[in-house]
Nanobody, 127 residues
Framework: QVHLVESGGGLVQAGGSLRLSCAAS????????MGWFRQAPGEERQFVAA????????YYATTVKGRFTISRDNAKNTVYLQMNSLKPEDTAVYYC????????????????????WGQGTQVTVSS
């Protein structure tokens, strides 16, 4: 059974920081692209950030570029999302996801390209 478990969400004031973690178990994703998505109430799930299997390339939504940083530790089968300068509009449930391909990825920002998902962690930014 494959599990992706997010942690690190919470309530923070605008301008603050949070670091999300996503630990994988049941399968190694060290050769797969991984990403973070978010979903606010009444909205579709949106791409936030993604990272290739070897960390050589990272990708960000324009709304978070320069404020968020995605990274991974393949030795721990874990991916992180450092979120700085948080804004109220960043409030959402944040999901970790992984593609099943090895040593390649497809449409790294596409929700449908990810085969494994975590249960989500709530991030709330107060003004």
């Amino acid at each position: 059974q494959v599990h992706l478990v997010e942690s690190g969400g919470g309530l923070v004031q605008a301008g603050g920081s949070l670091r999300l973690s996503c630990a994988a178990s049941g399968r190694t994703f060290t050769t797969s692209a991984m990403g973070w998505f978010r979903q606010a109430p009444g909205e579709e799930r949106q791409f936030v950030a993604a990272i290739t299997w070897n960390s050589r390339s990272t990708y960000y939504a324009t709304t978070v570029k320069g404020r968020f940083t995605i990274s991974r530790d393949n030795a721990k089968n874990t991916v992180y999302l450092q979120m700085n300068s948080l804004k109220p509009e960043d409030t959402a449930v944040y999901y970790c996801a992984a593609q099943s391909g090895t040593y390649y990825y497809t449409d790294i920002s596409g929700v449908r390209e990810y085969d494994y998902w975590g249960q989500g962690t709530q991030v709330t930014v107060s003004s």
